[in-house]
């Protein structure tokens, strides 16, 4: 837990936000008994219940919703003066949490393990999902995802290289069956199906010449994880649609077979992004200066697309 004097409502907020004291204890980085002590401190020295407890569920009391509201923004002033300060130290300090997907943070990995070796006093706390999240409401400090899925209202910061999804099989499945030469050729195959976080069924996208074409493939394995949706493919069950970076090391060892690459066009790649504060921790300040130099070193910088379009399947 932060030591700012200010432990008893970080506490408070921490357990508003996850509706769980397990949760906000390990969000904290303190014992699920201590994190109580505090909450149970507090209330008892304002005299009133702040959250209702069962067995099963924590939720705010009516005075603890007026309490979280009123205090919960005065508080992020306090912290941001806090950081401000802070950011007048030679080497930046603090922790820093980051919601993604499990394949960015794959991808995004070298930067981290760069990043905490030039700031040694510097933590990491990557927590990764499918879904996406508010990061403001969530308790994060900045997000990382496919540009084009990133709110309007977030500074973005481009990662990497653009993705381009590719449809693969294995040289077993082509043994057996033709390869699609058009999207529409699909429907003869077995595709081994995306469920998104939200739980629809993603439809592979594919593009050419402008004509824009979405496919819900037919298959009997339905899946929600790209490593396993390779191992499927790899065995032969069908066509799978990923990002070229999740096939390419099978498709430089022969495991699996590109079909209808002239159908997939490139898309904006990664970015951090984070909200337009007027001011910016010096700890974020260090990783988005890092991002920016990897990007340089890799490519021209990628124009800025964010909110545009529906979510996309994990990177």
Not at 12 to 24: C, D, H
Not at 134 to 161: C, H, Y
Not at 297 to 302: G, N
Request: charged share 25%; aromatic share 6%.
């Amino acid at each position: 837990m932060k030591t700012s004097g200010l432990s008893e409502l970080e506490a408070v907020l921490a357990v508003a936000r996850r509706r769980s004291f397990r949760a906000a204890a390990d969000e904290l980085s303190v014992s699920t008994s201590a994190l109580s002590h505090a909450v149970a401190a507090l209330e008892a020295r304002i005299g009133v219940r702040l959250f209702n407890r069962t067995t099963r569920s924590v939720s705010l009391s009516e005075a603890g919703a007026q309490f979280v509201q009123t205090v919960a923004p005065a508080l992020a002033t306090i912290q941001s003066a806090f950081d401000q300060a802070g950011s007048f130290r030679d080497t930046p300090s603090g922790t820093l949490r980051i919601n993604t997907s499990a394949g960015a943070a794959r991808q995004v990995m070298p930067v981290f393990i760069a990043f905490l070796k030039r700031f040694p006093e510097m933590k990491l706390d990557i927590v990764t999902e499918g879904r996406l999240i508010d990061i403001v409401v969530e308790g994060f400090d900045a997000g990382i995802r496919l540009i084009e899925t990133v709110p309007q209202d977030m500074i973005a910061v481009p990662f990497g290289d653009r993705q381009r999804f590719a449809v693969v099989g294995s040289p077993e499945y082509f043994s057996r069956h033709k390869p699609p030469r058009t999207p529409a050729d699909l429907a003869q195959h077995r595709c081994i199906r995306s469920r998104m976080p939200s739980g629809a069924i993603y439809q592979w996208e594919f593009e050419k010449r402008g004509e824009v074409v979405r496919v819900d493939g037919e298959g009997a394995l339905t899946l929600d994880e790209p490593h396993l949706m390779l191992e499927a493919a790899r065995a032969g069950l069908g066509l799978t649609y990923l990002t070229e970076w999740n096939v390419h090391a099978d498709l430089a060892a022969g495991a699996l077979v590109r079909v209808l690459e002239d159908w997939t066009p490139a898309l904006d790649g990664l970015c951090l992004y984070y909200p337009g504060r007027r001011h910016t921790p010096a700890g974020l300040r260090a990783l988005i200066e890092m991002i920016r130099e990897h990007a340089e070193s890799r490519r021209p910088r990628v124009a800025r697309r964010a909110g545009r379009g529906k979510a996309k399947p994990r990177a």
